[in-house]
């Protein structure tokens, strides 16, 4: 049996780590590969790409939490859940590849492999290696580790830079370099949603999570540009579930008398057709790829510092971060140079067609084959820059791991609780 173990994040929502690994669990089982995802999400529910609905199983918010940060007999039970999950087998015989999306999901990739005897390399699908809900440091001794065994990836050329910064000098090229490929995110659909959006003098369509760093920004710029142009009817519209930004698009949007936002939800697929209404796209990494191939000019945002970085495919070829001495700016300005000024159509469009999904599935492989011919395994149970959780700590982990439904039933009791007596204290 080949056997195809992917630690992701929760693939219930929409997101580029959600399609990607959609598309190669499809791949990978097309090809004869038995694929078991684990996921920071619950158990059970429904996705919102379905073709991943069959793998809820494997989620569990205790792959939130680091190895180290649990009791030894804490992990051995988290084990003993994994290996649950997989098909009878003698695994120890098996091809098994195991593939990891984060920091924090590798360790736990490291501790499966090492039961296993299995290959594990981290796909790493972050954008951003420090600050808050980041452990790339306190883990850096285990990262250096897996990339000397030539078992770290990075979804750009710099990412591996970035996450070494300060700690060790490594080249910043290819060699290390995945794509996180997402098969046919745009299609020749029809959608009620688009056959009713109504041509407006500039229509401004954001594409992508609305929990990314640089959307409040954008919002801003979009807030701002509108402003600027009080003769011009204007339409903002934000693809992807926008909930975690109502309080802004409230506050600083609607009540602009020029503008209108429109929130459609996920688009899955994006319809083509959306493209043939919008005038500018503003988007980062993949999102902003797929817009560009569509030949609608794409602002890029910074993933790393939030600003704008040009036009994909016209004053930028970088998806991601802005391009060493690049110019770059805020979002109204990003949108008045577009827009008004139209300054990128001064460079001719140069953004390389994508390649094949099943070419850039399979070239995958060529990194398990490639990394170092003897296995070894990190002890990720114990890390000295990781303090264990305390007592008070453990349980409500413990609550999430066994029984997720009493730990959000307990957290709403909380949120209750503290809302009146903090309303009580008050009168």
Known sequence: MKLYIIFTADIHPIGGMQLYTAGKAGYLEKHGWKVVIFSTGVAGGTCAVSSLNPYVKGGNMIFEYQPAQLPERFCDSVCRMMLSLLPASDLQKDTVYIETHSEVLALWGELLAGRLGARHICFNCNEIFRGKGKHYVENMEYLKFKYHRKELLGLHTDTLKKIFDGYMEVPCDSTFLFDAVEPDPVQDVESDFVAHLTRLDWN????????????????????????????????????????????????????????????????????????????????????????????????????????????????????????????????????????????????????????????????????????????????????????????????????????????????????????????????
């Open 204 to 427: 401004i369509v954001y594409i992508g999570r609305a929990n990314k760093g640089y959307v409040g920004n954008i919002i801003d710029g979009v807030a701002a540009f509108a402003r600027k142009h009080p003769d011009k009817k204007i339409q903002f519209v934000m693809v992807g579930d926008a909930g975690c930004r109502q309080r802004q698009i409230r506050e600083k949007l609607l009540k602009i008398q020029n503008l209108k936002t429109t929130l459609p939800g996920d688009l899955v697929p994006i319809p083509r057709k959306l493209y043939e209404k919008t005038d500018v796209v503003i988007a980062g990494a993949v999102c902003a790829e797929i817009s560009a191939r569509e030949h609608v000019p794409t602002i890029v945002a910074d993933c790393e510092n939030h600003l704008a970085c040009g036009v994909l495919g016209h004053t930028t070829m970088n998806s991601m971060y802005h391009e060493e001495n690049s110019t770059q700016t805020d979002f109204c300005e990003a949108l008045e140079d577009t827009l008004v000024r139209k300054t990128y159509l001064k460079y001719a469009y140069a953004f390389p067609d994508a390649i094949p999904p099943d070419h850039i599935f399979e070239s995958h492989f060529a990194f398990f084959a490639g990394a170092s011919g003897k296995k070894a395994y990190y002890n990720v149970k114990k890390n000295p820059y990781v303090s264990r959780l305390t007592f008070k700590k453990v349980v409500p982990a413990y609550i999430k791991f066994r029984n997720p439904g009493l730990f959000f039933r307990l957290y709403e009791i909380k949120k209750r609780l503290t809302y009146g007596s903090k309303r009580a204290g008050g009168l």
